[in-house]
C-alpha cells in the first residue's frame, strides 16, 4: 500500500519564475492538504482540495493556486516566486466521510528560491 | 482561531529512559483532534498518537502516552523506554472537526535527542 508521493524531492528556482508541485494520495484517500514550512517552524496550512475544489484555505496570497484531478491527485502552483518563498512543502491526504479523518503526509518537497 | 503552544524547544533524555513533551492550546471549540507527529532528519512527518477531544481515556501507542486535560487544554506526550530513531522534532497539532474541511494548526515544535 503506498503512502503519499510527491515531486519533485528537490527544486531550484530563480525570483519570478513559476513551480508546480505535485502530490499522489494515499491509497483511499480523496481529500489533499497542503503546508508550508519554514525552516525551524512548524508547517503552515497553505489550502485544501477535495472533489476538485478548494474547500479551506489559509493566509497565503492568490501567487499561491491549486488543482485537484479526477484521481485525487494535486498541483501546488506558485506564481512569481519570492526569496521567502523557499521552503519544505508537504502534501498530506485524509479521508473525508462527514468529517476530514487523520492527515498523512508526504516526503515534502524542498524548494530553494535564488 | 486556533493556537497551539509548545514551550520546550529542545530536550534530551537517555537512552531507556522516559520523557514528556509539553503542549498547551487555545480554542473555543468542542470537538476536535489533537494529534502529535514527529519529523526526524529525513523531514518525513509520520503520525505519532491520536486523541479526540470526547475521548476522556488517554491515547496510547506502544511507548507513546499523552495525558490529554481537556479543561486546562493541555495535552502532553509521554515517550516510555526512549530510544535512539526517537530522535526527532515533534510537533502538536490541533484539527478542528468541521464538514467543510478540517486544517491543521501545528505547534513550534520541540527537537528531541536521545542520548545513548
Known amino acids: 500500500d503506498a503512502g503519499v508521493t510527491q515531486s519533485p524531492t528537490h527544486l531550484i528556482k530563480t525570483r519570478g519564475q513559476q513551480v508546480t508541485l505535485r502530490c499522489s494520495p494515499k491509497?483511499?484517500?480523496?481529500?489533499v492538504s497542503w503546508y508550508q514550512q519554514a525552516l525551524g517552524q512548524g508547517p503552515q496550512f497553505i489550502f485544501q482540495y477535495y472533489e476538485e475544489e478548494e474547500r479551506q484555505r489559509g493566509n497565503f496570497p492568490d501567487r499561491f493556486s491549486g488543482h485537484q484531478f479526477p484521481n485525487y491527485s494535486s498541483e501546488l502552483n506558485v506564481n512569481a516566486l519570492l526569496l521567502g518563498d523557499s521552503a519544505l512543502y508537504l502534501c498530506?491526504?485524509?479521508?473525508?466521510?462527514?468529517?476530514?479523518?487523520?492527515?498523512?503526509f508526504g516526503p515534502g518537497t524542498r524548494l530553494t528560491v535564488l | 482561531a486556533q493556537t497551539v503552544t509548545q514551550s520546550q524547544p529542545e530536550m534530551s533524555v537517555q537512552e531507556a529512559e522516559t520523557v514528556t513533551l509539553s503542549c498547551t492550546y487555545d480554542?473555543?471549540?468542542?470537538?476536535?483532534?489533537l494529534f502529535w507527529y514527529k519529523q526526524p532528519p529525513s523531514r518525513q512527518m509520520i503520525l505519532v498518537i491520536r486523541q479526540e477531544a470526547y475521548k476522556q481515556q488517554n491515547a496510547t501507542e506502544n511507548r507513546f502516552s499523552v495525558n490529554f486535560q481537556k479543561a486546562a487544554k493541555s495535552f502532553s506526550l509521554k515517550i516510555s523506554d526512549s530510544q535512539l530513531g526517537d530522535t526527532a522534532m515533534y510537533f502538536c497539532?490541533?484539527?478542528?472537526?468541521?464538514?467543510?474541511?478540517?486544517?491543521?494548526?501545528f505547534g513550534e515544535g520541540t527537537q528531541l535527542t536521545v542520548n545513548p
Open positions: 498530506a491526504s485524509s479521508r473525508t466521510s462527514g468529517y476530514t479523518d487523520t492527515q498523512y
Open positions: 497539532a490541533f484539527m478542528k472537526l468541521q464538514t467543510s474541511g478540517s486544517r491543521l494548526t
Open positions: 480554542t473555543s471549540e468542542n470537538n476536535y483532534y
Open positions: 491509497s483511499g484517500h480523496d481529500t
